[in-house]
């Protein structure tokens, strides 16, 4: 079946615009995650979801962030105001369960890279 | 911030050779699992090992966990130029906490 699919693949902005990338999780997996990854780094978390509700957004780096999942499959980050420091590749993942004691096997699309001019 | 810290950072051997990488972690987690990153790419599961076990095999894969050590290790065995990526070890604590990799080049 279809994996994790996201978009844009590559998305450039001009600072202070909005953005908004899109994520389409493996259909049925309860759990979606978001993460950036700088340059030369690991990916870091940004928010979990189980079915539409955020049970994490701790990750978030500042409140021009945000994240939704209103039905509880497709999901889209939005990051207001965009500075140089947003730029990053933004991954998307699913797991097929919900256990938030175990994340389990996560499932990554391709990543939105952000260039932020 | 980042736990997982993987050693080497960047790691060049030749085709046919063993590759090991090592990761280090802080705190107590659910299990530990490795990816691999192929240039430009998203990340793809390599496998798990849980809390209670200390070894475990994929196919050219093993990994060991010692938690008393709070260490992990992922060999490769007879690398094959396809195994040319970054390898990261992932920490689960309740989500994912990634370390910042090992570059892994195989030379054919």
């Known amino acids: 079946g279809a994996g994790v699919s996201q978009s844009p693949r590559y998305k450039v902005a001009k600072r202070g615009q909005d953005v908004a990338l899109r994520c389409d999780p493996i259909?049925?997996?309860?759990?979606l995650f978001w993460y950036q990854q700088a340059l030369g780094q690991g990916p870091e978390f940004l928010t979990y979801?189980?079915?539409?509700?955020?049970?994490?957004k701790s990750g978030l780096p500042s409140d021009r962030f945000f994240a939704e999942r209103p039905e509880g499959s497709v999901s889209t980050l939005k990051i207001q105001r965009t500075q140089q420091e947003d730029s990053a590749v933004y991954l998307c993942?699913?797991?097929?369960?919900?256990?938030?004691?175990?994340?389990?096997?996560?499932?990554f699309g391709p990543g939105t890279r952000l260039t932020v001019l | 911030s980042q736990q997982g810290e993987e050693d080497p950072q960047a790691l060049s051997i030749q085709e046919g050779e063993n590759a090991t990488m090592n990761c280090s972690y802080k705190?107590?987690?659910?299990?530990l699992q490795w990816y691999r990153q192929n240039s430009g790419r998203g990340l793809v599961h390599l496998i798990l090992?849980?809390?209670?076990?200390r070894e475990k095999h994929s196919g050219r894969l093993r990994v060991t966990l010692d938690t008393s050590k709070k260490s992990s290790s992922l060999l490769i065995t007879a690398s094959r130029a396809a195994d040319t990526a970054s390898y990261f070890c992932?920490?689960?604590?309740?989500?994912?906490?990634f370390g910042k990799g090992t570059k892994l080049t195989v030379n054919p």
């Open positions: 090992i849980r809390s209670n076990e």
């Open positions: 259909s049925g997996h309860v759990s």
């Open positions: 992932a920490t689960d604590v309740g989500r994912l906490v």
């Open positions: 979801f189980q079915n539409e509700a955020q049970l994490d």
């Open positions: 705190t107590s987690i659910n299990n």
């Open positions: 993942a699913s797991s097929l369960f919900g256990d938030r004691g175990r994340s389990g096997t996560q499932y």
